[in-house]
């Protein structure tokens, strides 16, 4: 285990090396602009859309349809209790991103939550006031490292991707989760293989039923459902490599000022 | 002499009517929204409530400004006639579009917390869709034109920092680009969605 920790770290750093010559946040910017990343699979892409679309009509739509039924406080408990799972996967990049102290916020919402607030199902840190927790994953840390995205893809069964955020989601399975680590990897007494591959299916459906409307009323409005949604993905992609939620940090305005009409 | 009374009375009475009539952004928002949210709640039928909206779109969204930006650069290449056509086909498939996408909500409660000022022509304001027990709260940001203050207009929505106008014209990119930039493909698809 030592051992593959010590090889991602240096993968990462060689990575990092490789790419650091002007790695500001305006490089960082430019790269991840959804404009300019190419869809170089595009053929192969629409196939895997396409699958996934009919997967998703068989299997996640009508489970997400169910699950949108259950009482309020079971779904945002459900919910609460995958997001402190994923604040094991936020806590190491936030130090690889030299993000130090939210790494200590994020240590200390981890363990708040998951001792008081019963394995996380209730969000106790932010009722003590703790700022809203940020998910961090190892394809954001190589961005902001100055990695750029590589072309776009769509994975079987999990969706959009880059082929660097594919590559770097491999850490989490080579000792860079430890919610993986403890149920695949290292089989206890107490967690299996079940729980981790349970947990992430119930993501993906947590995250269909709270999209349940946007993702029927995008695909029903659509002249190009494939399109709009990699936009969609490539642009929330963007904004949380920048940890940011404000559209004129990313949206380049030159296209608008050029538009009179009054 | 009277002529000269007359000339500044009209002036007087031309800026005062400017600073009167200019209307503050996120007041415009909250207004429009307000104007839509009662539409939805009304015991009215899916098609009258949609007509009400394009109504209410028609007035409130640069529809023109978001053709042409979602055209990205194709729209230096197209001449008048086809400018003309562009112009109506999206008009018909913005304002189905647009209609659609709203009327599926049924009194949706939306405040404006905020606005940033950016420039002259453009303001963005913040507003949140309040969650209910099926969907969570959603962070809808408006982006307005502002050049002419008396009548602000809606060039774009970002939801959760998602802008639709740039979705729309990176499909609309997409279009083009699996039609080797054939316009004419555009128009199609444009028009087939108009009239399904």
Partial sequence: ?262 | MNLKKILIFFILFFFNNTYLYSIEPDVFVQSTVNRASQILSENITKKEKINKLKFIAKETVDIRGVGFYSLGLARKSLNDAQKIKYSELFESYFLKSFSSRLSEYTNPEINVVGKEFLNKNYTIVNSILIGTSERPEVKIDWRIYTKNPENPLIRDLIIEGLSLARTQKEEFASILNSNDGDIEALFKTLDEFSKN
């Avoid at chain 1, 459902?225 to 992609?237: M, P, T």
Wanted: hydrophobic residues 40%.
């Fill in chain 1, 1 to 262: 285990m030592f051992r593959k920790l010590i090889l991602i770290s240096v993968s990462i750093m060689l990575l990092a090396f490789n790419a650091n010559a002007g790695s500001d946040g305006e490089l960082v910017l430019k790269k991840n602009q959804p404009t300019e990343i190419k869809d170089c699979f595009e053929k192969l892409n629409r196939v895997t859309f396409a699958f996934n679309q009919a997967l998703d009509g068989v299997i996640f739509k009508p489970i997400a349809s169910a699950y949108r039924v259950l009482p309020s406080p079971i779904k945002e408990g459900v919910s609460n209790s995958l997001d402190n799972l994923s604040t094991l996967v936020t806590i190491p990049n936030n130090i690889i991103q030299g993000e130090v102290k939210k790494a200590g916020i994020n240590s200390g919402r981890f363990i708040l939550n998951t001792t008081i607030g019963i394995l996380g199902f209730i969000d106790v840190a932010q009722h003590l006031g703790f700022p809203e927790h940020e998910r961090e994953d190892y394809g954001q840390s190589l961005a902001t490292m100055g990695v750029g995205p590589g072309c776009y893809i769509v994975l079987p069964v999990l969706g959009p991707s880059t082929v660097r955020d594919a590559a770097a989601s491999a850490i989490n399975l080579v000792g860079g989760d430890a919610w993986y680590n403890v149920t695949v990897n290292n089989d206890t007494r107490y967690f299996s293989d079940f729980d981790y591959y349970s947990s992430r299916v119930t993501s993906g459906i947590d995250f269909r039923a709270k999209n349940y409307d946007a993702i029927e009323n995008l695909e029903k409005n659509s002249i190009d459902f494939y399109a709009s949604v990699k936009s969609l993905y490539l642009q929330d992609r963007q904004q949380k490599i920048l940890n940011t939620n404000k559209i004129i940090e990313t949206q380049d305005d030159s296209d608008w000022e050029e538009i009179e009409t009054q």
